[in-house]
């Protein structure tokens, strides 16, 4: 695969070949090169690209006036100074000395041109495409850069099949992170993958979601762009603009002025620039042009404390500058190292030949022109960039220092191939000027970033560290006091599409972006979970939310309590009737044989009291939490206890109908009532009728215990089930039968003797009955709340009270308070009264 790989690559740079190596005759500078027990490259860029279109390839010439690159000389001083630390040195490599060669790589031709002199044989100065690429031996071991992911890359791919390391100090793209592709590939600079998420933590911490974003053409920017767009969609940042910078940009064409103009018609405050600097630098020369300000520009690492960006008029009106850096780290010695190389007496420039028109990428006329006045100054930026060529100098020394076998103190020199090496320097972890330097599997750094804010309040430029990001994972830790916002009153710039929603209001997408919504409330019983802000959840069955809530509730859980002060009451009455009941009975027994008592219905009276007693125990299963022993039997006790007194009181007043208008009128009806005992069976018919209903009612519409949740939102009402039922509906309908029955019989016996007169009290009485209950169905029909049971109980104690009021009361009254109206005389007389008025008549 790899020697396939060998001839592609070969036969695609055939032409590149051709024109590199003619120029081989080509003096370099002796600044480029030092002779050494092992070589390293090193790539730069001292001079910059040419930025203009080309209709056909062409080579660049690196060496050309005004062109030189400042930012590009640091860098290959940093490496010259490790070199010569490290051959200086008694501990590391000790007896072994590491050489050199440069190369100035201002364009894609000169960088491939780099590539394959690294690539060469010591002496025939040719690449041979052998079947054991492994053993393949060039005079290089090593490559330090290039700076930028497009010549990376390239440089990548040539040197992968020779698993030649190569140990870039700028090129950040995450795609050179892909082992399958770059098998040889380390950097010194973090991943762009940390740059991105560093980022959208950025933006997420001022709650910009709603940006532009402005990437440069190639690699570098479009790459970025890709995956700043990706991650930042999946943390619900929106796109608002997106362009790329093209390479052939110039400052006013027509390509940057429609650029321009569509961030201006863009309402994000906010634009992310992913971009080299020979492209940053048209970009903001642009808008500074187009006199676009009041925005908060957020810088990428390749360009946030370049002077070559801050250097442009008019830059400081642009709005507020935020950005990723990498951590400052400063290269002891070398500006010193950089005034010596000045003073050194270096001769004159060599003249290039004619004939080299490509030149050999290791000249550099304008480096040997350098006095104290004019020698390129130092600044921030591009220390930090120097030092990540110093530590992937140091970087490559450790991996030969313990392939070598430098520990014991003596370095055992041989041949040493590429591949070799590399797997040394993966293994690498030492200090430097108290930095650790190791690689993850990936070969990037474990290095972290600052966060930086331009700052003009000086009368020069510079720029504040508002604090760092860690990983992993990515972690941001910011002091936003030390930031000067370009709006009023230093306040944070807001960019969204829409304003953040009231709490509990669901977010409605109202176009293609997610971030531009309206805001809608969440109905009743629903919630607005903070994990999806765009659809209301419901609640759980036990819980409930008004409208408009971002959390649910628990229901309240009600039923009729003991410890009201309602149930109070009614335990109290209920439990006094059932002691008057109790009393009843006794004074009855004890006068049994009395007239009134008698007259009442003798023994049959403590049937109609044990029925009422019987209905006045069941209420009080309407107490309490609702059991199943409860639902079963309140209802349907007081509605067989109640037809019992009922039936009691019916067959008792046709009784006297009889006795009194029909014995006579019809004797052989009533020698039959009387010898078939007519009382008694209509009771036991009547009763049982009842009873057959009531265990019809407790079989097929059994009451049972249930939470009921549908009436009141906040409420679970513990209640049973007999309410709605058909059982339920026909034994209230046979007592109101029976009620109505009771009443026509107790009027029909309006005119019998006074003693035997109870038309007036057992009228008033079921009268009373009829109103209680269509009182209850009445409440019933319009209120369905906790104190329903206590209006039933109500209902059914009105019904016992009147009944026991009606038929009892009276004769109590006669029993203990006229004694003189209960005695045989009495009755006797009233009834010769009665005979008297009914032969008048």
């Known amino acids: 695969m790899l020697l396939c790989t060998a001839c592609l690559v070969g036969l695609q740079l055939l032409i590149s070949c051709c024109w590199a190596f003619a120029c081989h005759s080509t003096e370099p500078s002796p600044d480029f090169t030092l002779p050494g027990d092992y070589l390293l490259a090193g790539l730069f860029p001292l001079h910059s690209g040419c930025l203009q279109v080309r209709h056909r390839p062409e080579v660049t010439l690196c060496d050309r006036t005004g062109s030189f690159n400042e930012h590009g000389y640091h860098l290959f001083q940093a490496m010259r100074l490790g070199v010569e630390e490290i051959n200086n040195s008694t501990t590391l490599l000790p007896n072994v000395t590491l050489g050199y060669q440069l190369y100035d790589v201002c364009s894609d031709s000169a960088n491939v041109y780099a590539t394959l002199s ?137 390509r940057m ?216 994972p990515v972690q941001l830790n910011i002091n936003e006091t030390k930031i000067q916002w370009h709006g009023k009153d230093n306040q944070v710039p807001k960019s969204v599409c829409s304003s953040d929603c009231l709490e509990g209001h669901q977010r409605v997408v109202t176009g293609f972006h997610p971030c531009c919504f309206e805001c809608v409330p969440c109905g009743a019983g629903t919630f607005l979970n903070k994990s999806d802000l765009y659809r209301c959840q419901p609640c759980g069955k036990e819980e409930w939310a008004p409208e408009g809530s971002q959390t649910c509730f628990p229901r309240t859980v009600v039923f009729l309590a003991c410890q009201e002060h309602t149930s109070w009451v009614l335990l109290a009455a209920n439990t006094l009737l059932l002691l008057l009941l109790l009393g009843t009975a006794g004074l009855f027994a004890w006068h049994l044989d009395t007239p009134v008592v008698r007259s009442a219905g003798g023994r049959l009276c403590f049937l109609m009291l044990g029925s009422l007693a019987a209905g006045s125990g069941s209420l009080y299963g309407f107490f309490g939490e609702p059991t199943r022993p409860a639902c079963l039997l309140r209802q349907a006790l007081f509605a067989l206890g109640f037809t019992i007194f009922l039936s009691c009181l019916t067959v008792r007043s046709f009784q006297l109908i009889i006795i009194f208008k029909f014995s006579t009128k019809a004797p052989t009806f009533y020698r039959a009532w009387v010898q078939n005992h007519g009382a008694g069976l209509f009771v036991m018919i009547s009763s049982a009728a009842q009873l057959l209903i009531c265990l019809t009612w407790l079989v097929v519409w059994t009451p049972l215990p249930t939470r009921e949740y549908q009436r009141f939102p906040h409420l679970v009402m513990l209640e049973c089930t007999e309410a709605n039922s058909l059982g339920f509906i026909l034994a209230f309908l046979y007592n109101g039968l029976l009620s109505i029955s009771a009443f026509a019989c107790s009027y029909l016996g309006k005119d019998l003797p006074e003693n035997y007169n109870e038309a007036k009290c057992v009228t008033f009485s079921l009268l009373f009955n009829f109103m209680s209950w269509i009182a209850f169905f009445t409440t019933a029909s319009v209120y369905d709340g906790k104190y329903l049971p206590a209006v039933n109980m109500l209902a059914g104690l009105s019904s016992l009270s009147s009944g026991f009021g009606g038929y009892f009361l009276p004769k109590c009254y006669v029993i203990l308070c006229r004694p003189d109206l209960n005695s045989t005389e009495h009755f006797q007389a009233s009834i010769q009264d009665y005979t008297r008025h009914r032969g008048s008549t």
Not at 369 to 393: C, I
């Open 118 to 254: 690294v690539l060469s044989l010591p002496g025939p100065r040719h690449i041979e495409l052998q079947g054991d690429l492994l053993r393949y031996s060039p005079k290089v071991l090593a490559v330090i850069g290039p700076d930028t992911t497009n010549h990376a890359a390239t440089t990548a791919a040539l040197l992968s099949p020779f698993l030649m390391p190569l140990i870039s100090y700028g090129a950040s793209s995450e795609t050179l992170s892909v082992k399958r592709q770059y098998p040889s590939f380390l950097r010194t600079i973090p991943n762009d993958k940390y740059q991105v998420e560093t980022m959208v933590l950025l933006l997420q911490r001022f709650g910009w979601t709603w940006i532009s974003l402005v990437g440069s053409s190639g690699d570098y920017g479009q790459l970025g762009v890709q995956a700043l767009e990706k991650q930042a969609t999946d943390q619900g940042i929106c796109i608002a603009f997106k362009d790329i910078v093209p390479f052939s940009a110039q400052v006013g064409d027509q």
């Open 257 to 472: 002025q429609r650029l321009m103009r569509h961030l201006a018609q863009a309402t994000a405050t906010v634009v992310v620039v992913f971009s080299n600097r020979p492209l940053a630098r048209v970009f903001f020369e642009s808008v500074v042009l187009a006199n676009l300000t009041g925005k908060v520009w957020v810088a990428s690492e390749a360009w946030v404390l370049s002077r070559h960006i801050t250097g442009v008029p008019g830059i400081q009106r642009i709005g507020t500058v935020l950005g990723v850096a990498i951590q400052k780290r400063t290269v002891p010695g070398l500006k010193a190292f950089e005034e010596a190389y000045v003073r050194a007496d270096k001769g004159a420039p060599r003249p290039c030949h004619k004939s080299s028109c490509c030149s050999s990428n290791q000249v550099c006329r304008e480096c040997e022109a350098f006095t104290a006045h004019t020698m390129p100054k130092l600044k921030g930026f591009s220390m930090s960039s120097a030092y990540n060529a110093y530590r992937a100098v140091y970087a490559v020394a450790h991996g030969l220092h313990q392939l070598l076998g430098c520990a014991s103190g003596v370095c055992s020199r041989g041949r040493v191939y590429p591949w070799q090496l590399l797997e040394q320097i993966h293994k690498v972890n030492f200090l430097l000027h108290k930095d650790t330097v190791m690689f993850n599997d990936n070969g990037d750094p474990l290095s972290s970033y600052n966060i930086i804010a331009w700052d003009w309040s000086g009368p020069k430029w510079t720029f504040t560290v508002l604090g760092s990001s860690t990983w992993s």
